[in-house]
């Protein structure tokens, strides 16, 4: 079966302007998760969706960042307004459900995002 | 603060040799620990999850340690070969569902 998918996988983009990312995650996993990973940093979590609702937006950065999903199935990650500051990668993972060490995450490839 | 410290930052050994990847974490309250391997270009792949309760787990030729009282885990990988050249990354959960990154050691093989 097919893994987690994300879309674009580079994207760039001039300072001021919006831009859209979008994950696409195994196909029945119910918990979906956004990170960001800036070069040479750990992973940053921002987001997480259990189905369609969000218990956990602690990790975005600003209100200029916002997500969501629809169907329980495709996520898209909204970054008005970038700053030089949001070039990174972003990564996409999802797993059966939310809880439980089982419940391994599996990653996307990632977009990766300068903003000139 | 929930903090994860890897070390070394990067690490260059030979072809078949052994090598010790370290992770020290201050995250509270501890609910589970993964390393994952990262090749570049690539999203993150699980190597081994641990629990409190575990102590050690191996997947091939990769054996993650955990010691949840001094609150430290090492991952071993035996016999080095070329394709294990990635960046390894320590993961904490705090909350099953807010995973806590180290930086990662940026691991290279030379023939």
């Known amino acids: 079966g097919a893994g987690v998918s994300q879309s674009p996988s580079n994207k760039v983009t001039e300072k001021g302007k919006d831009v859209e990312l979008r994950c696409d995650p195994i196909s029945g996993h119910t918990a979906l998760y956004w990170y960001r990973q800036s070069l040479g940093q750990g992973l940053e979590f921002l987001i997480y969706?259990?189905?369609?609702?969000?218990?956990?937006k602690s990790g975005l950065p600003s209100d200029r960042f916002s997500a969501e999903r629809t169907g329980g199935s495709v996520s898209t990650l909204t970054i008005q307004r970038t700053q030089q500051e949001d070039s990174a990668v972003y990564l996409c993972a999802s797993s059966a459900a939310g809880t439980g060490a089982g419940y391994e995450q599996y990653f996307g490839p990632g977009t990766r995002l300068t903003v000139t | 603060k929930n903090q994860v410290e890897q070390s070394p930052q990067s690490l260059i050994i030979l072809e078949g040799k052994n090598c010790t990847l370290q992770?020290?974490?201050?995250?509270?309250?501890?609910?589970?620990l993964r390393w994952y391997k990262q090749d570049t270009g690539r999203g993150p792949v699980s190597l081994t999850i641990?629990?409190?309760?575990?102590n050690t787990k191996s997947n091939g030729r990769y054996t993650a340690t955990l010691d949840a009282d001094t609150k430290q885990s090492s991952l071993h990988i035996t016999a080095s070969q070329l394709s294990d050249s990635a960046s390894y990354i320590c993961v904490v959960s705090a909350r099953w569902e807010k995973l806590i990154f180290g930086a990662g050691t940026r691991l290279a093989v030379h023939p």
């Open positions: 992770c020290n974490y201050t995250v509270s309250p501890f609910s589970n």
């Open positions: 969706f259990q189905g369609n609702s969000a218990p956990d």
């Open positions: 641990m629990t409190f309760s575990e």
